[in-house]
């Protein structure tokens, strides 16, 4: 089925570990974007990709790394985890006129 | 700066009664409106999105919402409730379908 896969949905880290997040889609759109969600907080940009072989900083970015693979995949990586990154990650991506779609997201805990 | 404020977290409904759900904005241009629907375990789904024209629109599952100027809000307005509308609702601000800025939510629970 078209859509935007994550992987994994869920993982724990301990502090001061390392790791990535994947994100595919399979839609052809352009722009790519790695959100977290947290409670009271709705979601919060981290980073985007307006389109590939760009990524500029959100509303969060401290902590985190991204790359735009290719036109399909967009990776965030946290290089060394802390408490405060236990969240709901969620990658979206759209196109003009067509809309956002999401993925399922992952549940990330850091102890 | 582009901002949403939902000033509800939480609003409880019975089967059947109205909903309304509040959203107020900032930003500097005019920006493209939304309103997101987030079952449990679940990413987020769009029911409408506003830009011009008509005050009034309609989205999906019974939902619409108004879009008025003078006030900068986007209210989300459903006029009979079923239990399945339990689940969070965002509203959200940017340009056409890119980099969006989400309010906090509002969770919705409905009650028999």
């Known amino acids: 089925n078209a859509g935007v896969t994550q992987t994994p949905k869920f993982q724990v880290l301990k502090t001061g570990q390392s790791m990535t997040l994947q994100c595919a889609q399979d839609?052809?759109?352009?722009?790519m974007y790695w959100y977290r969600q947290d409670p009271g907080m709705g979601l919060r940009l981290i980073y985007y990709?307006?389109?590939?072989?760009?990524?500029d900083k959100g509303e969060v970015p401290n902590g985190y790394n991204v790359s735009r693979l290719n036109k399909r995949e967009f990776s965030l990586r946290l290089e060394s985890a802390a408490p405060s990154q236990t969240s709901v990650y969620f990658c979206?991506?759209?196109?003009?006129?067509?809309?956002?779609?999401f993925g399922s997201g992952t549940r990330l805990t850091v102890v | 700066a582009q901002s949403v404020t939902q000033p509800d977290i939480h609003i409880t409904v019975s089967e059947g009664a109205s909903l309304e759900l509040r959203c107020n904005y900032s930003?500097?241009?005019?920006?493209?409106l939304f309103w997101y629907v987030q079952s449990p375990g679940q990413g987020l789904q769009l029911l409408l999105k506003?830009?011009?024209?008509?005050?009034l629109v309609q989205g999906i599952k019974g939902f619409e919402a108004e879009f008025k100027r003078s006030q900068s809000s986007f209210n989300l307005r459903k006029p009979s409730v079923h239990w399945s509308d339990a689940a969070e609702y965002f509203c959200?601000?940017?340009?056409?379908?890119?980099?969006?800025?989400f309010g906090a939510g509002t969770t919705v629970t409905v009650r028999a």
């Open positions: 930003y500097g241009a005019t920006p493209y």
């Open positions: 979206a991506s759209s196109e003009v006129g067509v809309g956002y779609t």
């Open positions: 990709s307006a389109s590939e072989g760009t990524t």
């Open positions: 959200a601000v940017g340009l056409d379908d890119y980099k969006l800025s």
């Open positions: 506003y830009f011009s024209g008509d005050t």
């Open positions: 839609m052809n759109h352009n722009s």
